[in-house]
């Protein structure tokens, strides 16, 4: 049974201290999401890659935030430094996209990781 | 600008009865419309989707209505469970990937 993983599940820090969470995408899939989860916002889109180029990553804070996909089966989304602002359960989806022009029809979340910065 | 708009932010339904969760959109090309299913502390699950080119899917008690002119569509849960307790999201994709802002359902026996 195939599925995304993410680790870690919780991550509790204090402010200013650099935070990074990893995910591994199902194998075969060619793109990656990172979402951001809150309760105000809902489900905000971060970055998005496809055969481990960033495609967008128009909703993530360039100041403090960074994602990459170092190889095929690892992207990583670094949060350095980290504000209490940032609490909030990050997602990791996989897809497999065919047509170079489309985003990928079906997306497979991971379980998410719980962040709270203190 | 949202581009998808989903609507009611929440829903309380009697067990048996039917759960309707409507979205709009904007975008005219966006040719795929799929809906997922958050269980709390889970992440979202594909549930069901459609394309533009049928006004109608069902897979068991789950179906969704498409209203191309009217750029809207609406899932229905027919039979409501409480099992069916969760946050529903509308999408549509084509171009860009947008997820509506969700709505919470409870089934109360």
């Known amino acids: 049974d195939a599925r995304v993983t993410q680790t870690p599940r919780h991550k509790v820090t204090e402010m200013g201290q650099e935070v990074t969470m990893r995910c591994q995408p199902i194998?075969?899939?060619?793109?990656v999401f990172w979402y951001r989860q809150t309760m105000m916002q809902g489900l905000e889109l971060l970055a998005y890659?496809?055969?481990?180029?960033?495609?967008?990553d128009s909703g993530m804070p360039k100041d403090r935030f960074s994602a990459e996909m170092p190889d095929a089966t690892l992207a990583t989304l670094k949060i350095q430094p980290s504000e209490p602002r940032d609490s909030a359960v990050y997602f990791c989806?996989?897809?497999?996209?065919?047509?170079?022009?489309?985003?990928?029809?079906?997306?497979?979340f991971g379980p998410g990781t719980r962040l709270t910065v203190l | 600008q949202q581009q998808v708009k989903q609507s009611p932010q929440s829903l309380i339904v009697q067990k048996g009865g039917i759960s309707i969760i409507n979205c709009a959109y904007e975008?005219?090309?966006?040719?795929?419309f799929p809906w997922y299913q958050q269980f709390p502390g889970k992440g979202p699950a594909l549930l069901i989707a459609?394309?533009?080119?049928?006004s109608e899917k069902k897979e068991g008690r789950f179906t969704i209505s498409f209203n191309k002119s009217a750029k809207q569509f609406s899932l229905h849960i027919m039979d409501s469970q409480p099992g069916d307790s969760a946050t529903y999201f509308c999408?549509?994709?084509?171009?860009?990937?947008?997820f509506g802002t969700g709505t919470s359902l409870t089934v109360i026996p």
């Open positions: 989806a996989s897809g497999l996209v065919n047509d170079g022009h489309r985003y990928t029809d079906t997306q497979y």
């Open positions: 194998l075969g899939h060619n793109t």
């Open positions: 890659f496809r055969n481990r180029a960033p495609l967008d």
């Open positions: 975008n005219t090309a966006f040719d795929y």
């Open positions: 459609i394309r533009p080119d049928v």
């Open positions: 999408a549509a994709t084509g171009n860009q990937f947008y």
